[in-house]
């Protein structure tokens, strides 16, 4: 029987300068939908799982495009709340070489930001689910998305559902101090975490090493130690980082490491020339969710999220359209790009 | 010596669908920058006039990109105050036929409706200026707006600038009670309103006569009964107003009507087949500025600003872009279109 | 509760030249999906029916994509079965004034065209159903597309579900002779018959009035005599024509008649500007099926028809992407095109 | 035997705005090439006679885009010189409605207009030709192509060619008075002269009627006495004209005159809503020398040379793309443009 | 005098999504034709032959297409025959990176495929030609395509033809088995072998060495070891073998070798950032073939088809598009792309 | 107080083909405008200098359309002339890998390179000058217009600007010997001299070193050698040039030398995917008279005109569109390209 997850945030509309094009320079913007737990809902669609995005969306056209979109791409949208002023929108300039991807974002007073817990009946919505998965943005959103997050995780556990959390730290949208405050609060109902170092230090405290990730450098010790307090601290089931180096907006390295309070294991590195780079984190946790509520062991998954979020930095727009059977021939070893006939 | 325009208000970011696609159709949006004043402004400038347009935007590329976007034009954005929250985004649908162009709007929280009187240096803006141009969108934005807008017509009077206004009344931005309420309080400083019947009921309370806008056709009698009522209320100079007659969303009819407490006056109709009609409205009152602050009599202003705004109708984007060259051909009687080689 | 609806048949992926372009010139083709029956899903979904599409696609990427624009529309893609050689093509080319639409079709061999009637569980597909619709088109496909049309019409019947057609005679799939012999079987299962002069003769073999449909005119007395010939034999519930008036290509009339044994109703008739007619028809098939299924009288399930195939002209792609609101709006006698803010 | 035809004159890069936008309004240019004698030679090819057209173009690879372009098309290249200069350039902004086309010109120095009577081998190009068509443009470049153009003329009749004229005055090209000089010497080589009034005035001096084209009104008495003066003082077999009634950009009337120096002959007429008028006179031109070259009376030429023109206004480019099927369905009174399936 | 060259396949229609988007995500496709031995007649067009591309395309205006665009490029069309049901098609989707660029074919019943050998006049098409190309595709396609192209090789051989293959194997069309059947027969009419281990092995059966195509890493000695079987079994003149090594989609080394039967000789190596690389191997027999009927010496040519073919990786679409000089430039050493002025 | 910079020279419209395609696959050209000094306004501009381009444009929609974009990105176009036959052109074909972008010039005729002294009023456009920059190109483009380079020149030091170069040698427009003897003169005036080696031989007779610009190899004693000579004739008092190391069209090295008379400086090397690499040098002009005249000392100023024009290299166009602080970010060590939330 396939499995049913649960993801729930923010979708925004993307509009993105098309061909490298500065946003001066745009007088089109290419249009697509997405938002993390969203990227997350969509890969494990896309893997065959029954995926369902829970949010607010405005009841105008737009709204309902974000839903059209992401019903074509597989998503189960029947918990998805209809009111509220707006959908949230980011534009994104996509870098090349040395120049960064910028991104800006007009989220604020979005459906979702201001939904309340009474928009959603997480009983039903509950009711059979697998699996949980929100990230660090949901809560940052508002302070009734913090109060709507717990209320999702509370009844999520009474129903026995698996949870996952991606920190995600934005700074746009709250402090240290108050990432901490309700984040910690949050971290009792996780099973397993995914995060990086700076992650873990602004929503959690956890001091991060050395890693300077402007360098393109990495240094396991750091979150070797950093995972081992969060193991101590939240008792996880698993803690989880990308690793990415950053050569340049066009290439990067691209790895992660696992730790199951026993073992480290760090994935085998792809160096990505790369089409699109937003999404890459979801499709990340997209690909070790799969693994994991399909029954891999913690180092297969691993593998398995690694190339399948590899794969997404070659995929325009947020979300990872590949398939389980294309996520397995690289992670058996076929990397050559060679055409598919 | 060229005369200095000012028009203050919203511009916003315009993404419209390209084709006669539906929203829902959309993978891409055409990107343009416009608003009710802005509008104006660039019709002025094109006429070779100095064109001041007075706005607050963002401190982000956005903001940008808009400021860019007039002083392409060739307006002067010196006096646009930068900072706020964000950029008024509106969603534009074009219809054909029977089928409504549909608009969406996104513009709570702007820049501009949160702007502040400190934002503005109004004694050096209306220094040595001509004119000053306002729509009624511009105090509905926010009850700040509404401050914001009476303080510019106070001191704009006091530099001794004429005062145009075009009632333009929105009713996702505020209800007819509120409207009256200020712009009532507004009219003092005007001495030319633009507005069509819809717009003097629901904005200054005139009871409108039985023209019924969905029929596309015109009854003449209603207007004067109006006009003659706002001329001895609020002493206006000229009162006038666009006649459009909606056969479909792919034809209209276009005429304008003038009053001068004295006489009326029908322009010249022109039967248009439409590319873009947002902006129409504006590219009128662009006209009949220039045509008046240039010296031509009322009549002659009259034909002008119909002749410009029907040429607007051909022209994607809220910006008329027509030189003054080109109206005097086609209010000299040249509608043939016929090939400029 | 919302009503179950099955329609039946082929979609194939259209590809259409941009911007008026002939085959010759050009360089990319806008992809879309599209067939009678599907674009008559789509319609009932947008109007808030439980609608499914019944076909058989490849199973590959573009047969994926396929399922996948169904599914981003609304339409229930659970019954569609996968595999067979390929998805059936037509290219579009879009005249304008005298220069006609050309279609080329490139649909042989396609997976539903060579589908066996034990890729589909029909029992399943029909339990619960209010409705049935397919189109003279399936059952010309091939002979095997024949006999499941059969064998779906039969368990439809049995399951009580009420049954519509839409006689659409293609002359490149079959000749006259063809058609007459199974279509003339079919009938038998069918309660509603849409279908005009040139489709009741070249599939039923009824004698045609004078009515030339090149010329743009339009005799209804040949009609009224097909339709009591019609009924006679077939003790259709009623019987229901468009009447296209093509005055060119970028014009058209549009009205429709129906019949239900007792009185003629003719409807309102629209000019409309053509943007896209293909799924002219189907949209009103759509309209009609919508407002029968939900209790519209005969006359006012017409009005509605013809009112959304109107605005369907005004749309590009095959779908018909209006809401009942839209459609009510235009019923209810504003056709001003009139910007909706 | 398929008839030779020959051609002579610029093919020019055509830069024109995509959507109706204005030169400021474009950031990309839509790229076709064209020009009077070329497009009248791709009608000729498509409707399968041997067409050569003769120019020189720079020998670089926008020459060579040219020369591939004429080629996909049909047309013969095997007389066109390599080397000079430039290709000449032609911008283009398509108008709607009241707002007219704009052409802007930047052709001066172009390989052709500088080109060499010793460029080519007019001996071999007219060896068994049957025809040979030029316009009034070609002669107008320069000194040096009128001379050519005389040389071109002198070895055709030489080989027994049958020769037309397009008068095509270009008042950017030369004055009344250059003109007149120029073309009158060359009118002793043609056999079929078309032109209108402007055209006949401004080139060969024979004065008006009081039609105004700007008004779009015919009259169609200053026609017949021009043509007769031009019978009287030429002796061309045919002389002819367009007749186009300017309703506005988008709408025109479309007909025209024959006069055999015996009988006034006016052709059907066509309204058209245009998609792109330019060539549209040099596809009457190509329909003309078709069906006389192929043995048509001249008033089956004319029908089939106003409906093959009319065709060409739906076509976006200077080249009319049709076939003389295409053709023979709108002689044939079917204007109704319904779908060709 | 220039060479006359024959080459006969299929040529299809190619849809190609944009901007490395997935087939999920287009909502427009490229539109370009090709097929391998098409490709190898535009390569040699672009190098100044006289080359003649022989295939049947259905009679309608999609065939017309192909046909228009062979024209364009230079290709002699005189030996297309017309007729049959369909043009082949296939789809691509451009990969990057580690994801694979994905070919779907859909050119089952096409034209050429169910071509009748007298379709062809092989008398005339084969006079005074000097060399004849085909590929292991065209006897794949169907029996009769296997029989139309022996009796191809037979005539050419009588007229004393030169005759090259690559041996191309396509696993989507035949066995292994039949492949061998056919194959190895039509081998007797062959002067040069194009092929890499994987098509000689499964096309003539001859055992491959360890090379692991999709490692990126090459083994010589298995090619050498092939080569020589194939000199003793076949006697080719040459023996010729790219050598692909597939970093990833987006990053190749490419380079080749050849032998003739005495002596190996290893082309110079290039690395390509890949912009587009389907018809790789068919530039190679352009750039092969074009050396060889020319006079250079088979090491010369070796580096030539090598050069050719690496810039044909750079350009979009199935086709070679450069010149001899701009093929001998980077033969010469210069590899650095500055731009040219 | 901010800037004024003056710089003057040819803005041309640029025509480039779109993906990689080359010119004979065009069928449409992306539109921006231009040229050497005009970049090197606009990279002004974006640091917040008030520069002005001096040119002269034809008075036409094109002219003005070049007029509005220098005006979009905020370069003040109060001393552009208007008048004479027509704007430059320059077609573009953007190379990639081992394929060379390919540049064809139109550029002859133009309103600039016929332009008089007398257009131009230089002791208005030099009053309160802090700078004046032109390129090797204006003085090449005619007589006149070297003529009117000698005056602005003059003008510039009769009012104490401090003067640039960019010596930019063009084959197409002179000779060296034409250009040693126009250049020479024209030192005299200049006080930083920009120019690598192959500018240096041919613009001003100094003997180049064994650089091979076409193996992508440097020898920086050469330039040294050259550098010495420069300032023992000319005194100036900075002389530097770009280090180009092509690899490839897709990739280069990027970096720079200083010579103050004393000392040599190279800068940090960038190792650049290129975008677009037109405008790459003009942006490093931009880069170091900002940083120059801004106060930064030599060294400094080197830094950030590489890494200024490292970043254009990653944006399309001719302009370089990046702020301060995106430059000193790069000047600062960040090179990793990560995505700016």
Redesign the interface.
């Known amino acids: 029987m396939t499995k049913k997850i649960i993801t729930m945030g923010e979708i925004m509309l993307r ?1 993105s300068t ?15 939908y997405g938002g993390g737990e969203a990227n997350v809902a969509v890969s494990l669609a896309n893997f065959g799982l029954d995926a369902y995005f829970v949010t607010k969306l405005p009841n ?3 709204g ?2 974000a839903v ?2 992401l ?4 998503v189960n949208t029947d918990f998805i709340a209809r009111g509220g ?3 949230g ?1 980011y ?1 994104l ?1 996509t ?12 989220r ?2 979005s459906s979702i930001a201001e939904a309340d817990i009474k928009d959603f009946d997480f009983d039903e919505i509950f009711m059979g689910a697998d699996w949980f998965h929100f990230s660090g943005i949901t809560p940052a959103l508002s302070d009734k998305s913090a109060e709507l997050t717990e209320e999702a995780l509370k009844v999520a556990k009474k129903h026995g559902v698996i949870v996952s959390v991606d920190l995600n730290y ?3 949208l709250w402090t240290p101090e108050k990432a901490k405050k309700v984040m910690t609060r949050l971290m009792q109902y996780v099973d397993i975490c995914i995060g990086n170092e700076e992650d873990a230090e602004k929503t959690l405290g956890f001091k991060p090493g050395k890693t300077d ?4 450098k990495l240094e396991l010790s750091g979150y070797k130690d950093i995972f081992k307090q969060m193991k101590d601290k939240f008792g996880f089931k698993y803690i989880v980082t990308t690793l990415r180096e ?6 990067n390295g691209w790895s992660a490491l696992i730790y199951d309070g026993n073992e480290f294991y760090r994935s085998r590195k ?1 160096d ?4 699109d ?2 999404g890459g984190g979801d499709s990340f946790a997209g690909g070790l969710i799969y693994s994991l509520v399909t029954g891999k062991n913690f180092k297969e998954a691993l593998e398995f999220a690694v190339a399948a979020s ?2 997404k ?5 947020d979300f990872n ?2 398939s389980v059977d ?1 996520v397995m021939t ?1 992670v058996n ?9």
């Open positions: 509009l098309p061909g490298y094009k500065r946003f001066l320079q745009a007088d089109s913007f290419d249009v697509v105008n056209p737009i309902q495009a059209n979109y019903r074509k791409f597989g002023e707006r959908i929108i534009f300039e870098g090349a070489s040395m120049r960064s991807s910028k991104v800006v974002y007009d604020a007073h934005r700074k746009k990730v402007t360098k393109g950053s050569y340049s907006a066009s290439d792809y990505i020339r790369i089409v780079r937003v590899a794969l930095h070659t995929i325009p727009g359209l590949v294309e690289l070893g076929d990397s050559s790009g060679r055409v598919q006939r």
